[in-house]
Every structure is written in structure tokens, then in C-alpha cells.
Nanobody, 123 residues
């Protein structure tokens, strides 16, 4: 059983930065593609970024390109999301997710999910 636990969320002013982390336990992280998704109140869960098992391949949603960076450390079983130049519209609960195989943009492809961490961007 794979368990994912996110941390690092909080309240930040617009233009600021946060670094989210996802700790993976139960299986070797290197076998899983990982993704970050987010969900704002009243909205569907949406793709933010994903990374393949080795870290070589990454994909970003257009609205975070140039601002967010996904990375992973398989030795430490962690996946991170560095978020810079945060905007009000980045406010959401951020979820870490994992799946075997290729990393994708669809939340329906991911089998394992964390409980989420709240990110609130204020003006």
C-alpha cells in the first residue's frame, strides 16, 4: 500500500513562494510517476505538474509554466513542487498523486493520493 503525505502549504502573499513536499511510503518511489493536482472551492480537480519515474521528463499546466517546478528525490522518497510568483488564483488544496507507468495529466489515471495541503495566496 502506497501512502502519500503532503506538507508545506500555508498562507502567502501574492508574488511570494512556497515549496510543497510529498513524502511517499510503502513502496519504492522510483517505480512511480508522480503528479501534483489542485482543487479550488467549487471547481474540479486540475492538473498542475507531473514527473516521470527518473525525473528526466516533466509536464506542466500552462498556467504554471515558468513559475512552478516539480522535482523528485527517489533516494529520499519525496516529490516536491516549488511554487514561485504565486497569484491569487493559485489558492487551492494541492494534492500529490502517484501511478505506475507513464506520467499523465488526468487525475483519473492516478491510483494513489495524499490528503492534500491548503495553499492560500492573499493580496
Amino acid at each position: 500500500q502506497v501512502q502519500l503525505v503532503e506538507s508545506g502549504g500555508g498562507l502567502v502573499q501574492a508574488g511570494g513562494s512556497l515549496r510543497l513536499s510529498c513524502a511517499v511510503s510503502g513502496r519504492t518511489l522510483s517505480t512511480y510517476a508522480m503528479g501534483w493536482f489542485r482543487q479550488a472551492p467549487g471547481k474540479e480537480r486540475e492538473f498542475v505538474a507531473s514527473i516521470n519515474w527518473s525525473g528526466i521528463s516533466t509536464v506542466y499546466a500552462d498556467f504554471v509554466k515558468g513559475r512552478f517546478t516539480i522535482s523528485r528525490d527517489n533516494a529520499k522518497n519525496t516529490v516536491s513542487l516549488q511554487m514561485n510568483s504565486l497569484k491569487l488564483e493559485d489558492t487551492a488544496v494541492y494534492y500529490c498523486a502517484g501511478r505506475l507507468g507513464l506520467h499523465t495529466m488526468s487525475p483519473y489515471d492516478y491510483d494513489y493520493w495524499g490528503q492534500g495541503t491548503q495553499v492560500t495566496v492573499s493580496s
